[in-house]
């Protein structure tokens, strides 16, 4: 099993550019969700999902969308790029809600 | 929508010393604990859990958890710290009930010197 993979890792954007990060998991967990880390501030949580055509908002979700077509994947779109959103980003998987989750490896945005 | 505190942001200890990071959460409901641990440059491992039964939790690499419903926490202990404990520790809380996220506290760095 690859677990949580993540692309891609690293990335400088401009700002008002939009992208996506891609994150994709193989082990058939319902919960996927989006975190950004920065510095003094943990982990926030952006969006989540508890399966394929859910999704719901987290700590904060402006100037970000989700969608979960399938089980595997769970694309975060960033829309139009700020500074602000300069950071690192997060996606993680569990089966459940008492289940460990599992994190991909992260990737590191930059906006100019 | 339950929360997380993590009362210290950075904890320094000598090696070989007792460390205890605390975490209290806030939540309406039932909720399961965990802790995480970051290492420079990596990403997040499981450390410990709580879920239910025995309040005292043990994880790996020596550490354990208590937890107490009555005070809301759930603070982390080591006996004996090595200096390969130096990392980045998450406190997390989820809500027993389906279709709600783990949210996490914003860390506390322990630093171990010799």
């Known amino acids: 099993n690859a677990g949580v993979t993540q692309t891609p890792k690293f990335q400088v954007l401009k700002t008002g550019q939009s992208m996506t990060l891609q994150c994709a998991q193989d082990m058939n967990h319902e919960y996927m969700s989006w975190y950004r880390q920065d510095p003094g501030m943990g982990l926030r949580l952006i969006h989540y999902?508890?399966?394929?055509?859910?999704?719901d908002q987290g700590e904060v979700p402006n100037g970000y969308n989700v969608s979960r077509s399938t089980t595997e994947d769970f694309p975060l779109r960033l829309l139009s790029a700020a500074p602000s959103q300069t950071s690192v980003y997060f996606c993680a998987s569990r089966k459940g809600q008492t289940y460990e989750q599992y994190f991909g490896p992260g990737t590191r945005l930059t906006v100019t | 929508a339950q929360s997380v505190t993590q009362l210290d942001s950075q904890v320094p200890v000598f090696e070989e010393a007792p460390v205890e990071l605390r975490c209290n959460y806030s939540?309406?409901?039932?909720?399961?604990l965990f802790w995480y641990v970051q290492y420079p440059n990596q990403g997040l491992q499981l450390l410990l859990k709580y879920l239910s039964g025995s309040t005292l939790v043990k994880g790996i690499n020596g550490f354990e958890a208590e937890f107490n419903k009555s005070q809301t926490s759930f603070h982390l202990r080591k006996p004996s710290v090595h200096i390969s404990d130096t990392a980045e520790y998450f406190c997390?809380?989820?809500?027993?009930?389906?279709?709600?996220?783990?949210?996490f506290g914003k860390g506390t760095t322990l630093s171990v010197s010799s």
């Open positions: 939540s309406s409901v039932s909720v399961y």
């Open positions: 997390a809380v989820s809500e027993a009930q389906a279709g709600t996220a783990l949210i």
């Open positions: 999902s508890v399966g394929a055509g859910i999704t």
